[in-house]
Nanobody, 118 residues
């Protein structure tokens, strides 16, 4: 059974940094893309960053380019999101996701809260 567990969320001041982590279990996912999404209260879930199987290719939402970095540790089945220069608008629950089937993401973690204050 696939399970994704996020950790590392918290509260920071604007301009600060956080690193959120996602540990996957239930299989080995070295060939599959993983990603980070976020959702603020009352808003749609939005894509933040993605990384290919193997970690060679990354993709970012325009709103986080230059500030966030996604990476993965294949041996640990883990994916990370380093968030720098955080802004209040980054406040959201951050979810990691795994895409085993082509065309999207099918497995999701429970999320970790990130709060950025002014």
């Amino acid at each position: 059974q696939v399970q994704l567990v996020e950790s590392g969320g918290g509260s920071v001041q604007a301009g600060g940094s956080l690193r959120v982590s996602c540990a996957a279990s239930g299989g080995t996912f070295i060939s599959y893309p993983m990603g980070w999404f976020r959702q603020a209260p009352g808003k749609e879930r939005e894509f933040v960053a993605g990384i290919s199987g193997g970690g060679a290719s990354t993709t970012y939402a325009d709103s986080v380019k230059g500030r966030f970095t996604i990476s993965r540790d294949i041996a640990k089945n883990s994916v990370y999101l380093q968030m720098n220069s955080l802004k209040p608008e980054d406040t959201a629950v951050y979810y990691c996701a795994l895409g085993i089937n082509a065309g999207g993401y099918q497995y999701w973690g429970q999320g970790t809260q990130v709060t950025v204050s002014s």
